[in-house]
Nanobody, 126 residues
Framework: QVQLVESGGGLVQAGGSLRLSCAAS????????MGWFRQAPGKEREFVAV????????YYADSVKGRFTISRDNAKNTVYLQMNSLKFEDTAVYYC???????????????????WGQGTQVTVSS
């Protein structure tokens, strides 16, 4: 049973920082690319960032490039999303996702991922 559990969300002022974590269990974590998505109220889910299985390659949405950093620790089965210079428009529920197969890169669509966490709320006050 694969499980992804996000943590680290919360309320922060604009310009502040948060670090999200996603702990994975149930399969060999180092075999899989990991992504972060987000969904704001009334909007569709959108891609945020992805990291390949070794951690050596990353890709970001234009809206977060230069502000967010995705990383992973395969020894801890955990992927992180460091979010700096947060903006009001970053307010959303953030989800981590796991892709179990090797295919095109970068995987920016939700259907390219097999497992999802329950989400963690990030609220940025202006």
């Amino acid at each position: 049973q694969v499980q992804l559990v996000e943590s680290g969300g919360g309320l922060v002022q604009a310009g502040g920082s948060l670090r999200l974590s996603c702990a994975a269990s149930g399969r060999t974590f180092s075999n899989d690319a990991m992504g972060w998505f987000r969904q704001a109220p009334g909007k569709e889910r959108e891609f945020v960032a992805v990291i390949n299985r070794s951690g050596g390659t990353t890709y970001y949405a234009d809206s977060v490039k230069g502000r967010f950093t995705i990383s992973r620790d395969n020894a801890k089965n955990t992927v992180y999303l460091q979010m700096n210079s947060l903006k009001f428009e970053d307010t959303a529920v953030y989800y981590c996702a796991l892709r179990t197969y090797v295919d095109r890169w970068p995987p920016v669509y939700g259907y390219e991922y097999s497992y999802w966490g329950q989400g963690t709320q990030v609220t940025v006050s202006s």
